[in-house]
């Protein structure tokens, strides 16, 4: 499928997704802006500034805990959030995020393995690297509660820089927020990884759905 048909289905699925949400009741408003934290992004973009021009394109066709198939290397595969269903709750109600959507992108990250580390570094379930891990407060990436909050936090705050675009936020959170401006960049890997945590959080949304009849 090429990108323009990727991002041309998005809409619908965000709109499908919106269906989903209001039959279990979260609130369209979920991505809007909520609890600034302006001086953690203000630092982060400071820090990140220098080097978006050196950074190669991001390397996602091999995510760090994930088999070709998508499945977590535990086999848990979607079900691998069950153990960690506790922690991805307090971070959905202390962000204001669905956890759906928090779900979708550790399958995405790290296929739910918390000692996954990517061949750049990146750890954990929510793939940290050390400089943004620093900037979360995140004193140990592979603590799943501290990954977890932490990631969490930082795609709020993506969510917050966006003025609540979750397209551009999840660009950012795995291209980086210097590469993401006007419109998400025409890097294939940020593409299809905007795509594939779609699908996820479409997925989990649906899962959650069933489990609350």
């Not at 820089?161 to 927020?177: C, E, I, M, T, V």
């Amino acid at each position: 499928m090429s990108d323009n048909s990727i991002f041309d289905n998005i809409q619908s699925i965000l709109a499908r997704i919106d269906e989903i949400k209001k039959t279990f009741g979260v609130k369209s408003a979920a991505f809007g802006r909520t609890r600034p934290e302006s001086e953690f992004m203000d630092q982060l973009q400071r820090k990140l500034a220098p080097k978006a021009e050196q950074q190669a394109p991001p390397d996602v066709s091999g995510s760090a805990g994930l088999n070709t198939d998508g499945r977590g290397v535990d086999g848990m595969g979607t079900g691998g959030s069950i153990p960690f269903k506790k922690i991805i709750q307090a971070a959905a109600q202390r962000y204001e995020l669905p956890e759906p959507l928090i779900r979708a992108v550790i399958q995405q990250e790290s296929g739910f393995d918390g000692s996954a580390v990517s061949p750049k570094g990146a750890m954990g379930l929510m793939q940290l690297m050390p400089e943004t891990a620093g900037l979360l407060g995140v004193n140990d990436p592979f603590d799943v509660e501290e990954n977890v909050l932490g990631g969490t936090r930082y795609l709020r705050e993506l969510i917050n820089l966006y003025g609540g675009n979750l397209n551009k936020a999840l660009a950012a959170y795995n291209a980086g927020p210097n590469r993401v401006t006007d419109e998400i960049p025409n890097i294939p890997e940020t593409r299809d990884y905007v795509r594939s945590v779609l699908d996820y959080y479409e997925s989990f949304s649906k899962s959650q759905e069933k489990e609350e009849f």
